[in-house]
């Protein structure tokens, strides 16, 4: 490889450009990373919740977070690096409407070979403390947890590199262009050039496919996370998610993180943190949790991020049709951190073998939009 062509070129270093660029690495692939920014894992990697869970509704959802799971679980041994993974457990609090589809889905991650539970509300009580009042049931993941997704981003990417993988930071991506099959690549650093192009730009992916002259449906939507003082109540708390208001919160360390999502905001690159967006997150979370009431703000610990969103919720995955040598590893809408590992060992399955094979990607393909078979994950927090 010279420094400017390679096999493949991964844009975006974030946990899943990474994990590409790692496993295509360890394949024997020369691999050349362009990252925007001036460091790796800056933007959401660095910005998210740090869960990992393998309570979904869609099965290939259950099979990426639990595929990626495991080799968190392991990843000392296999990177000599720990992941940070702590199995603190995701609890979801289920109202009543909602129980007979979180019985089929608990049905549904039994199948596939995973660990979960139905908890009744004491139960879960004993978890954390929260008003009983309108949920039905529980839902309980002892495997899920957290994890430390920048950690597990310099991991990949040194071990990336160790195979002879290069990262360019500062290296924006600028235009794309298919020509005698290659990708020639205009960069704020100059040209790129290799066969295959792997976009792992995040919430900036849709942006990355245009300036290549097509479409993809990838849009930002901005998401916080807002942080307590010390309280004594954040110590063991598991990632506890209120299903009928959509609040959210989890111990970390002696503080309680916590957030909810603002379905109302529209889509674009707005940015810093909505104040305004406090007050209906801490109702929303006191109703729940009355303990929280006597928590204070950690105003500088709290942060915001983008979500890559998709029409369904779901990740867009694979070969690009009709696009030559243009792989999509897109679109995780909030749960990225926890489909990486899986991620990267399938689209360097589908680069170097034609097809991915861990898992059977194809309920994630681009090609679900064009036959009217969009998938929707109903558990997006
Ligand atoms: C508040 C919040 C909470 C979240 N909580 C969770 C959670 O609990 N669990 C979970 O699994 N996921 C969570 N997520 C989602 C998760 O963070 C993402 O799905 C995941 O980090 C996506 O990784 P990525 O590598 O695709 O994107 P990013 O980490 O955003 O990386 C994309 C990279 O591409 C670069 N880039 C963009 N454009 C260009 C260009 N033109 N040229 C070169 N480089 C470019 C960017 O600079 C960036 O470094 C959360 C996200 C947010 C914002």
Same mark, same amino acid.
């Given at each position: 490889?010279?420094?400017?062509?390679?096999?493949?070129?991964?844009?975006?270093?974030?946990?899943?450009?990474?994990?590409?660029?790692?496993?295509?690495?360890?394949?024997?692939?020369? +691999?050349? $990373?362009? /990252?925007?920014?001036?460091?790796? @894992?800056?933007?959401?990697?660095?910005?998210? !919740? *740090? =869960? #990992?869970?393998?309570?979904?509704?869609?099965?290939?959802?259950?099979?990426?977070?639990?595929?990626?799971?495991?080799?968190?679980?392991?990843?000392?041994?296999?990177?000599?690096?720990?992941?940070?993974?702590?199995?603190?457990?995701?609890?979801?609090?289920?109202?009543?409407?909602?129980?007979?589809?979180?019985?089929?889905?608990?049905?549904?991650?039994?199948?596939?070979? +995973?660990? $979960?539970? /139905?908890?009744?509300?004491?139960? @879960?009580?004993?978890?954390?403390?929260?008003? !009983? *009042? =309108? #949920?039905?049931?529980?839902?309980?993941?002892?495997?899920?947890?957290?994890?430390?997704?920048?950690?597990?981003?310099?991991?990949?990417?040194?071990?990336?590199?160790?195979?002879?993988?290069?990262?360019?930071?500062?290296?924006?991506?600028?235009?794309?262009?298919?020509?005698?099959?290659?990708?020639?690549?205009?960069?704020?650093?100059?040209?790129?050039?290799?066969?295959?192009?792997?976009?792992?730009?995040?919430?900036?992916?849709?942006?990355?496919?245009?300036?290549?002259?097509?479409?993809?449906? #990838?849009?930002?939507?901005?998401?916080?996370?807002?942080?307590?003082?010390?309280?004594?109540?954040?110590?063991?708390?598991?990632?506890?998610?209120?299903?009928?208001?959509?609040?959210?919160?989890?111990?970390?360390?002696?503080?309680?993180?916590?957030?909810?999502?603002?379905?109302?905001?529209?889509?674009?690159?707005?940015?810093?943190?909505?104040?305004?967006?406090?007050?209906?997150?801490?109702?929303?979370?006191?109703?729940?949790?009355?303990?929280?009431?006597?928590?204070?703000?950690?105003?500088?610990?709290?942060?915001?991020?983008?979500?890559?969103?998709?029409?369904?919720?779901?990740?867009?995955?694979?070969?690009?049709?009709?696009?030559?040598?243009?792989?999509?590893?897109?679109?995780?809408?909030?749960?990225?951190?926890?489909?990486?590992?899986?991620?990267?060992?399938?689209?360097?399955?589908?680069?170097?073998?034609?097809?991915?094979?861990?898992?059977?990607?194809?309920?994630?393909?681009?090609?679900?939009?064009?036959?009217?078979?969009?998938?929707?994950?109903?558990?997006?927090?």
């Amino acid at each position: 490889m010279s420094e400017r062509h390679s096999d493949v070129l991964v844009v975006g270093a974030g946990i899943i450009g990474a994990a590409v660029a790692y496993r295509l690495a360890a394949a024997g692939m020369t +691999v050349n $990373v362009l /990252e925007a920014a001036a460091a790796p @894992a800056m933007q959401a990697t660095a910005r998210s !919740a *740090a =869960g #990992v869970r393998v309570q979904f509704s869609e099965p290939v959802n259950v099979q990426l977070s639990w595929f990626s799971i495991r080799e968190y679980r392991n990843f000392q041994e296999l990177y000599g690096i720990p992941s940070g993974y702590k199995p603190i457990g995701y609890l979801f609090l289920v109202p009543p409407e909602a129980a007979p589809e979180y019985r089929r889905a608990l049905e549904m991650q039994r199948d596939l070979g +995973v660990r $979960v539970e /139905e908890l009744d509300p004491d139960s @879960a009580r004993e978890l954390v403390e929260f008003d !009983a *009042a =309108g #949920v039905e049931l529980a839902t309980w993941g002892p495997d899920d947890g957290v994890i430390d997704p920048h950690l597990v981003t310099m991991a990949y990417l040194r071990a990336a590199r160790s195979q002879g993988a290069r990262l360019h930071t500062d290296t924006e991506l600028l235009e794309a262009r298919r020509e005698a099959n290659l990708w020639r690549a205009k960069t704020s650093r100059g040209e790129f050039t290799a066969p295959y192009l792997v976009n792992a730009a995040g919430a900036w992916a849709g942006l990355v496919a245009e300036r290549a002259g097509f479409e993809l449906p #990838v849009e930002p939507v901005r998401r916080h996370v807002f942080m307590t003082g010390p309280m004594a109540a954040a110590r063991d708390l598991p990632l506890t998610v209120d299903v009928a208001s959509g609040f959210y919160l989890r111990g970390e360390g002696e503080r309680v993180l916590f957030g909810m999502s603002n379905h109302d905001e529209e889509p674009g690159f707005l940015t810093g943190i909505d104040w305004g967006w406090l007050e209906p997150t801490l109702t929303a979370g006191m109703g729940r949790f009355p303990w929280l009431e006597q928590a204070s703000l950690d105003q500088k610990a709290c942060w915001w991020g983008y979500y890559a969103i998709t029409p369904d919720d779901n990740p867009i995955l694979g070969a690009m049709p009709g696009v030559d040598g243009w792989y999509n590893a897109v679109g995780f809408s909030g749960h990225g951190v926890q489909q990486a590992a899986a991620v990267g060992l399938l689209i360097a399955e589908e680069i170097t073998t034609g097809r991915a094979r861990t898992i059977d990607i194809d309920p994630l393909r681009y090609e679900r939009f064009m036959s009217g078979k969009a998938l929707r994950e109903r558990n997006i927090v």
